[in-house]
């Protein structure tokens, strides 16, 4: 059953589902008018976007009811996958600057949590992540990202308890299991680490091509991120350049899975790697398996830069921005660690098994 949400019907929040899809109306005239398509664009349901007066974009994340399998519960995005639209909120704060020429400086509110929320699955360890990507974005873009001033509290909270973390490691390398219906994104990851590894290496200057660096970050030997799947598509060094690659695979029928949380889940990645890099986060406590990521935290300390790349064969409309990459590399990280990010578009033929990579 599809998610229903049920929206509280006042006139606050009916005056910025108004302001939502005057937002919507806006940017499908933009796309329309750049790419000469008439492209569907959609707004998270959990997010509303209000331009002030004086041009600051405010993104607000609300907690409200939902309707799952016929059960009533309150649904968070803040405490959710991050790729998924309701809770990236870099992919949107980034595309809708981009798009947005109006746009000035961006300002992000989140309904915290309850105590129920937290508790139900691995949801306090989404609202980590979501603590944690806020408080680099911050940083990463002082000069137009703010923090609500209901919420820059909650992020001074969480910056002090940020301390004495570990990365997690696979207890084994992790298997490639092929999809049962037809070929499918981990058959991709899987042949671009294997099949295609000389293409990946030129194309990407690195001296390896790697899958699955795990990123479950914790806590006294306690999940402080989510663990299990979450981990990087694909990675590789060279020399002090640490590169990563978030992976899409689209395919030409069925359901279309493209989002703008690419963007959400390689920034948060790359500063994952970053802080490994400068000590921030430390190795797993746990003994790590692969020779590769033996290889890295060896040689974390000689990295003096992070490429994060993202990979797909179709992108969302907004992210076909080349404003998007000059604001995403615009960041102040330069100052000890420099990421710089890039966007690559890639065509693979299942018929003849041939791959190529483009800008």
Not at 50 to 59: H, M
Not at 85 to 106: H, P, R, Y
Not at 121 to 128: A, F, I, T, V
Request: hydrophobic share 35%; net charge positive; glycine share 4%.
């Amino acid at each position: 059953m599809a998610t229903e949400v049920k929206y509280i019907k006042d006139s606050n929040t009916e005056q910025m589902f108004h302001e939502k899809n005057m937002i919507v109306d806006v940017l499908r005239a933009k796309v329309k008018s750049s790419s000469g398509r008439l492209r569907s664009i959609k707004l998270p349901k959990y997010i509303f976007f209000r331009i002030k007066a004086d041009s600051t974009l405010s993104i607000s994340i609300k907690e409200m009811e939902a309707t799952i399998d016929g059960n009533k519960i309150m649904k968070n995005p803040v405490c959710e996958n991050m790729q998924e639209d309701n809770a990236a909120f870099e992919g949107w704060a980034i595309c809708l600057k981009s798009w947005l020429t109006n746009i000035g400086k961006v300002e992000l509110s989140w309904d915290i949590p309850s105590e129920i929320t937290l508790k139900r699955g691995s949801s306090e360890q989404h609202y980590n992540r979501f603590c944690y990507r806020v408080l680099r974005f911050k940083e990463a873009y002082p000069e137009w990202f703010e923090i609500s001033n209901d919420n820059k509290n909650e992020i001074e909270k969480f910056a002090k308890r940020f301390n004495e973390i570990r990365n997690n490691a696979y207890s084994k390398e992790p298997e490639h299991k092929p999809s049962h219906s037809g070929f499918g994104e981990t058959d991709m990851e899987f042949a671009m680490a294997n099949d295609f590894s000389s293409i990946m290496k030129s194309h990407f200057n690195i001296g390896f091509i790697d899958r699955q660096f795990p990123v479950g970050l914790k806590k006294a030997d306690k999940q402080f991120f989510t663990g299990g799947l979450s981990a990087i598509d694909l990675w590789g060094t060279k020399d002090d350049v640490l590169s990563i690659i978030e992976l899409k695979y689209i395919p030409k029928s069925g359901s279309k899975n493209i989002k703008v949380g690419i963007i959400s889940e390689l920034f948060l990645y790359s500063c994952v790697m970053r802080d490994i890099a400068i000590g921030v986060i430390h190795e797993p406590s746990t003994p790590v398996v692969k020779e590769t990521e033996k290889l890295f935290y060896k040689n974390a300390n000689k990295y003096r830069k992070v490429c994060a790349y993202m990979l797909a064969n179709e992108y969302h409309p907004l992210v076909e921005n080349k404003k998007v990459f000059s604001i995403l590399n615009s960041n102040a990280l330069s100052s000890d660690m420099p990421v710089f990010f890039q966007q690559c578009h890639y065509i693979y033929n299942e018929t003849t098994k041939q791959l190529s990579i483009t800008e």
